[in-house]
């Protein structure tokens, strides 16, 4: 089956992204906000990350309106009713993203395919809402989605092989390198990451190294890109104690235990480069240490 519509919910930072390398992949995109200033503020990060590709000359100015007349911006869900593919980028409230899919599944043509992209919640626990969990699976993607190659493809217990296939195929006809994964909490890359990441708070917490070694140690030492405690700012800290909190009560494991570090951050509302201070503070021209 070759996915021809697209329609995506939320135009956040993953619904943005992955609106951008749909039409840049030539598929009519719909994109769902809540309200028109949401609306706004994705459209004008799409129109950014374009912007991005066209300064770097990876398309010229023509490329880039063509690629933004095929997405289509809409505070009406029902505008999304007859697409092939539906991935929901809401916020991270198994409440709201049931409440989404109930509506389309009553609105959808049949054999719409619905994908969530949440990160921990289970997705039987989204798709059992509706009368397709055959049809229903996870797309999960990584930010920054234009840029990261990865998408987890997640088969739940109830999920029809020709949905699997055509989730799977769907990923790599929009240039992305899919994996297969179980429906579990975290998937593959967060049941690894997120650990990681809390590890390296507790290291903060315990005073083994300084915040920027601890960054230097897994660059220099391991090559990764981001230090884990950049990459908790990148991430959004509130967003990682979102994911761990689910992930714990899953398994009941310690190494999912956000760390009270993690916890006063949050609650202090410093949520890393978005809110401008995190384990660093954003506000002047360079990241400095926060702690
Ligand atoms: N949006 C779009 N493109 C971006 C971008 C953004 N926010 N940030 C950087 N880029 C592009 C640049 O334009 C550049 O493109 P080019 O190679 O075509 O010129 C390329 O990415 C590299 O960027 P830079 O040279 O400016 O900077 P870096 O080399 O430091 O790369 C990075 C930036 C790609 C973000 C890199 O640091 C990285 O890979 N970091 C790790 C990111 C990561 O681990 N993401 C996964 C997070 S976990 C997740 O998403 C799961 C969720 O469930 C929590």
Do not use: W
Request: charged share 25%; net charge negative.
């Amino acid at each position: 089956m070759e996915i021809k519509k697209v329609g995506i919910i939320g135009c956040g930072l993953m619904g943005s992204g992955i609106a951008q390398v749909c039409a840049q992949a030539g598929i009519q995109t719909v994109v769902h906000e809540i309200d028109k200033d949401a609306l706004e503020k994705g459209m004008s990060r799409i129109d950014k990350g374009l912007g991005r590709l066209e300064k770097k000359e990876k398309i010229t100015t023509e490329e880039k309106s063509s690629i933004q007349g095929r997405i289509t911006g809409t505070t009406d869900l029902l505008k999304l009713k007859d697409s092939d593919l539906i991935i929901e980028a809401a916020i991270e409230d198994i409440a709201i993203k049931r409440s989404i899919f109930k509506t389309l599944d009553e609105e959808c043509k049949p054999e719409t395919i619905f994908a969530t992209n949440t990160s921990s919640l289970s997705v039987i626990d989204i798709a059992a809402r509706t009368s397709r969990t055959d049809r229903f699976c996870g797309l999960h993607f990584f930010n920054p989605v234009p840029v990261m190659a990865l998408v987890e493809v997640v088969r739940t217990l109830t999920t029809s092989d020709e949905t699997f296939n055509n989730a799977f195929n769907f990923a790599k006809q929009i240039g992305k390198e899919p994996i297969a994964c179980k429906d579990n909490s975290g998937f593959v890359v967060n049941l690894l990451l997120v650990p990681f990441m809390l590890d390296a708070i507790r290291a903060v917490e315990n005073g083994i190294a300084s915040i920027v070694d601890i960054d230097k140690g897994m660059q220099l030492g391991c090559g990764h890109p981001m230090g884990p405690l950049t990459l908790l700012d990148f991430v959004g800290l509130d967003t990682t104690y979102y994911i761990a909190n689910i992930m714990f009560d899953e398994y009941r494991e310690t190494r999912y235990a956000p760390p009270p570090l993690l916890k006063r951050l949050v609650l202090a509302g410093h949520l890393g480069k978005k809110s401008g201070r995190g384990f660093y503070d954003y506000t002047g021209d360079e990241p400095v240490p926060a702690l």
